[in-house]
């Protein structure tokens, strides 16, 4: 049964699927893998992608656990960089947000989420059921960097929102000060009453669904998350998944409680 986190087994699990930002893919390099070259570090130390002149840097760093509210703080040894004009607070508009549109979805997004799956049943694992509140969500953030994509450059990285959306902007940074940007998202962006956590996986690169997949299970946190291995052993199967991938981001999104409607 999964055991809903507490405020410090949030920023511990935060910290577990953020580290290092993402996973990421430089297409224009002809080795590597799929399509590109990754060079990990193990838990607690960094992941450092390779990416492309006009790419967002997406190293991080594992930092011990902040208390939930905390400041954000500059990165070690240097300032902090100025803020881009899309992560200045705006108000979160009051209107309810438009029904959402027929095809909502693209199927690529749902390609990623059935990579996961299969990936995880080839290893003896249940799926994970789709949540159309968690889709939604991985869909709009996919849209946000790609329309935004100086919302990630450092000392942002991917988990990263801009202005530009009905739903809180942040700087999201390695120390986590941040956190509860990401554990908001499913009620910001939902829209279909979700009133669970969610936590974020991400890769850059021009990448499909299946070099995504690549990417993640050549990194030890982000490999543990998709399989409910280690600290994620007591969430499996995680009750709610959703996918997004959009220009050169792919993104999932995974949630503390069952979702009862279906994308």
Known sequence: MLRLPSPLRRLVTTALVSVGCAAALDPATEDGGAGGTFVAGGQGGELQGVTGDAGPPMGGLVSPPVEEGGQLAPPTGGQVA??????????????????????????????????????????????????????????????????????????????????????????????????????????????????????????????????????WQQSGPHHEVILNAGIWQDTSPWPGMGCGLEGNYAVVWFGSEPDPFPP
Not at 134 to 161: F, K, Q, Y
Not at 202 to 213: E, F, M, V, W
Request: charge should be negative.
């Open 82 to 215: 100025p803020v881009p004009d899309a992560l200045v607070p705006v108000p979160i508009p009051d209107a309810a947000l438009p029904p959402p549109p027929a095809g909502e979805f693209p199927d690529v997004a749902f390609e990623l989420c059935r990579v996961i799956n299969a990936y995880r049943v080839s290893r003896g694992l249940p799926e994970v059921p789709l949540s159309q509140a968690l889709m939604r969500v991985a869909t709009a953030h996919v849209g946000d960097l790609s329309r935004h994509p100086d919302i990630a450059i450092e000392p942002c990285n991917l988990h990263s929102w801009s202005n530009q959306g009905p739903w809180t902007p942040c700087c999201y940074t390695s120390d986590h000060a941040q956190a509860q940007c990401m554990w908001d998202k499913p009620r910001e962006v939902g829209r279909n009453g979700y009133n669970g956590d969610g936590f974020e996986i991400a890769a850059y690169g021009g990448i499909d669904p299946s070099q995504a997949l690549q990417l």
